[in-house]
Nanobody
Framework: QVQLVESGGGSVQAGGSLRLSCAAS????????MGWFRQAPGKEREGVAT??????????SYVDSVEGRFTISRDNAKNILYLQMNSLKPEDTATYYC??????????????????????????WGKGTLVTISS
């Protein structure tokens, strides 16, 4: 059974940094798209960053609002996905979720994963970790 468990959330002041982690168990993803999503109170969930791999080449993508401030990465040996968040802003406040898709031909763009039919709904989701940024 695949499980994704996020950690690293917390409360920091604007301008600060946090690093989120997503530990995957039950499956070792080889060809995949993994991503970080977030949902602020009263708002729809949005894609933040993706990392996709065909087993040879990795690619990353980001939503415009975090480009240059956030970095997604993965430790393949430990099967952990990271999101390094710098220069945090109050509008980054949200619950952050890790998700993964192993659909054939999956790839990332603009903070979302896509398959041949369009934006992917993702196969696996974590339960989220809360990030609060104060001004």
């Amino acid at each position: 059974q695949v499980q994704l468990v996020e950690s690293g959330g917390g409360s920091v002041q604007a301008g600060g940094s946090l690093r989120l982690s997503c530990a995957a168990s039950g499956y070792t993803f080889k060809s995949y798209c993994m991503g970080w999503f977030r949902q602020a109170p009263g708002k729809e969930r949005e894609g933040v960053a993706t990392l996709d791999s065909d087993g040879i080449t990795n690619s990353t993508s980001y939503v415009d609002s975090v480009e240059g401030r956030f970095t997604i990465s993965r430790d393949n040996a430990k099967n952990i996905l990271y999101l390094q968040m710098n220069s945090l802003k109050p509008e980054d406040t949200a619950t952050y979720y890790c998700a993964a898709s192993v659909a054939w031909g999956i790839y990332g763009s603009g903070g979302y994963c896509y398959n041949s039919g369009g934006r992917d709904t993702m196969d696996y989701w974590g339960k989220g970790t809360l990030v609060t940024i104060s001004s």
